[in-house]
């Protein structure tokens, strides 16, 4: 009766050791995992909170930084990038994990996200150093009913600057009530010319300064084209021209209330056209959407599209499975909370992206991402370009409002004054 009952003791302690020994290996010790993200607050709202209810061994601490370069020695083990170019130079200096291995590893559905994103994203041999759960992007919103009461096509996709231009000049400068009346609107609200200027320019791959020397040269007769195409629809008043007043009145966007046929604006309008309507009390419009102006080269791609939320694995990190379970958490996350995320973008997983009010919103994504990268403000201080460009609109200016003005003249003076304001900035 003994032996049985040492026998018993002895079956139940060894149970107890195993079940202890496996409560041991499944306890995982707690970590902090640092990151850079411009708001605590915001991170945890997003993403912190469901990260570390998920992970309960994790803390996330985070560090209020816009950008890794604020950080000199010690680097977060989870980067966080607003800008393509950072995040690539960061690539270049050896302190971003290259994440090709570990998502192979993880079998991350890398498949399932856009190429805009992926990309976008990739180092200049390839691979992949960081993701994003999302993408901005932008299209031409048009009002129908103009259109149809002066009897002018609808505008298409994969349409160059020049035809925007040209399908702008159609409408009147004045409504049947005698109000102003644009047949085109950019997303410009400064100096406003000579930005859609440098932005046709940029979409057809043109560069007006040289990074390394701060050299201006518009001589092409590719640029030659747009000077003369943009100064010509401004002097036939096709071209929105009124500039923000951050003293005046809050006006709503002209599409919204009938003072132009066409503008850019970005995804999220789409989302909330019939809202903004509703808000300033004006009449239902019917709306439609085509891609933004496309390069002549290649009618294919757009170069309107940006990434504004990078998450990046710091070489220097001791923590790099946990690392990845932040970043595969992101990007997974935003298919379950899309609406509550919609102010950050389009979702990369272009699967989410449904119809609005049965209006097809393609046009913001179906296009390419361009791979030539010749944004000035990605290269050259902001300051000098601003600088620049104020110069260039007064210059302008006087072109439109003087019809005798020689472009090819005007485009001279621009580069010979122009060069004295920036190197006035050196």
Known sequence: MLGRKVLVLIVWTSLLVVLVSCGNREHKESIILTINFPSEKLFFEMYGYDFEEKYPHINVKVIEKDTPLDFKEFFPDVLFFDQIHTYKKLINDGELLNLEKIISDAKYPISELTPIVTDSLKSEKDQLFGLSPSFISYAIYYNKDIFAEYDVSFPKNQMTWIEVLDLAKQFPN???????????KSNYYKDIAFSMILRAGQTEGLTFIDPSTLKVNFNSPEWNVIFNNVIDAFRE?????KEYDPNGEVEPAPILTGKTAMEIQSYSTAYNFESYSNFI????????IVTVPVSTRDRNKSDFYEIQEIYSISSRTEHKEDS????????KNRAENQEEKQLLGLPAQIDLIKSVNE??????????PANNNNDPYEFVDYNVINAFKELGQSLIEEAINNSNNNIEDLIKRIEIEGQKVIDSLK
């Open 324 to 331: 990845w379970k932040l970043i595969d958490f992101i990007t």
């Open 281 to 288: 009390g004006g009449d239902k419009i019917d709306w439609d």
């Open 359 to 368: 209006h097809d919103i393609s046009p913001l994504f179906f296009l390419e």
């Open 237 to 241: 008043g096709a071209i929105y021209s």
């Open 174 to 184: 004045k409504n049947s009530d005698g109000e102003a009346l644009y047949g085109f």
